[in-house]
């Protein structure tokens, strides 16, 4: 038994130790000109879909839940918006070649179309993210359009 609340200490001492070490938030209160939703005609429902389900992961400005002042878990969020955003940034949209703008899209639209996008670890816990049917439909349509327009 005195292993067990030796243990349990060591726990608790670690836990409460790692608290010190803090993420750089992704938080920027500046939209550049160079925003997806600037650059683009956006339409409101698309639009809205894009920030609630998208913008956490794929640019500067993320709206973190409360339990990203808690390590690991912020840890463990700050790694997935650095992937995201590495893979793309919705806020850098306008500084992308044509060409790249057309891969981008084209992964957009079979990620949701495959429902890899968004994540289901972010799903699980921001249920608002999960597109419905209809919103599915039409961010898919609009990334479509937009598409077609580059080419």
């Not at 609630?52 to 973190?64: G, P, Q």
């Not at 918006?81 to 940034?89: C, D, F, P, Q, S």
Request: net charge negative.
């Amino acid at each position: 038994m005195k292993i067990v609340k030796i243990i349990a200490w060591i726990a608790l001492i670690a836990f409460v130790v790692i608290q010190f070490f803090t993420v750089d938030y992704n938080q920027n209160e500046t939209v550049p000109e160079t925003d997806f939703m600037l650059v683009n005609n956006v339409p409101a429902t698309v639009e809205q879909s894009l920030r609630v389900s998208c913008y956490d992961c794929h640019s500067n400005n993320t709206d973190y839940p409360w339990y990203s002042k808690v390590q690991p878990s912020a840890w463990y969020l700050e790694h997935h918006i650095k992937e995201g955003k590495a893979e793309l940034n919705f806020n850098e949209w306008g500084n992308l070649s044509d060409r790249r703008k057309n891969s981008k899209l084209r992964s957009i639209i079979n990620q949701i179309e495959d429902g890899e996008m968004p994540l289901d670890s972010y799903t699980l816990i921001h249920r608002d993210a999960i597109f419905s049917e209809t919103n599915k439909t039409a961010v898919i349509e609009y990334m479509k359009k937009l598409k077609d327009s580059l080419e």
